[in-house]
């Protein structure tokens, strides 16, 4: 399972790779210095909007998932596909898994 600290690690690598100070990167997320030095030490969790924030503000994504988490991996790879196809593939894929999720149940029941 995932540690807080794992996150709040990332975090910080993510904001030294971008040559950002503890100072300068708390004041564009908007919290305080010792906010967010306990979020990188993995003391303090941060919370949804703050998260957000720091992922808009790194230019970043950060999936959170154990080796036990289906969805997690699912989602990396989806988006992994996503990304590598042209604007039209992923219209497309977009189309395709929105038409799939409304009809699941239908395709669930196919299965048995």
């Known amino acids: ?47 949804i909007g703050t998260f957000l924030k720091i992922l808009d503000v790194l230019d970043a994504d950060i999936v959170m998932y154990d080796e036990h988490d289906t969805i997690g991996q699912c989602a990396s790879k989806m988006k992994e596909i996503v990304l590598q196809s042209t604007e039209e593939q992923a219209v497309f894929m977009l189309k395709m898994t929105e038409s799939i999720a409304e009809n699941m149940h239908i395709l669930m029941e196919s299965r048995e």
């Open 1 to 47: 399972m995932i540690k807080s600290t794992d996150i709040g690690e990332k975090i910080r690598a993510l904001r030294i790779a971008k040559n950002f100070s503890r100072e300068y990167f708390a004041e564009l997320i908007g919290i305080s210095v010792s906010h967010l030095e306990k979020i990188e030490t993995g003391d303090r969790r941060p919370g």
